[in-house]
């Protein structure tokens, strides 16, 4: 094949997406550069630094959101399905975590489909995988619920942490995915009601199917607060 036979725009897309490609490759390196170098300084004695450091995985959340954002719209689009398989999540997961604000206050979706039939295995990792952790973050990790002032459960965990304490001794051993930390956390109950009574008032209530309310919303002490 002869340089006459090659489609001048084709080559032109390639070469303009390679280039790019490795322009993202160094950005990323260089980025992981200067975190590492900002750990040799906190490593170094600089203790008063450890609290900003870690809670850069908040920014990183952040600036994911952007960048997830920027490729759902024109001129991209990208799918749901796409953007969850580069994360390697489920559909469902990214969308809640990085959908819009109505996505990120519904609750958990095996909470939903579990309803009354839920067990202690799946309430302690669903309280697992959205508990904010040490030093809280501005955003819920499991669905990126933007914590108000004071407040360090997520509509989630809301619900989730008066029915787990409830329910913890029918299965001991399904509490072993939690933390020291979050095992000492589940414990708190005057923390929790505060968070609960909180994100009430923050979060607007997502709707479920009639029937399914009085089941899973408000359960703090086994009656609907509906």
Known sequence: MNKNTVKSGLTRTRTKHAKRSVETTEFDAFVRRILRAYARRVAAGDIEALRSLAVLS??????????????????????WSEIADRLGVSRQA???????????????????????GVTVAT??????????????????????????????DCPTNATVRPLLYRRRGEDKQALNVLTPDQLADLHNLKTARTNRTATRRAAQPTPLPSGEEP????????????
């Open 215 to 226: 089941t899973l919303f408000g359960l703090a002490d086994g009656r609907a607060t509906a």
């Open 94 to 116: 990214v969308q809640m975590r990085y959908g819009d604000r109505a996505d990120r206050v519904a609750l958990d979706e095996r909470i939903i489909r579990a309803g009354l």
């Open 58 to 79: 908040t920014e990183v959340d952040a600036v994911t959101r952007l960048a997830v954002t920027g490729l759902r719209q024109p001129p991209y689009r990208y799918s």
């Open 123 to 152: 309430l302690a990792k669903v309280f697992a995988d959205h508990h904010p952790g040490s030093p809280a973050p501005s955003l819920c990790p499991g669905c990126g619920f933007r914590y108000p002032d004071g407040v360090t």
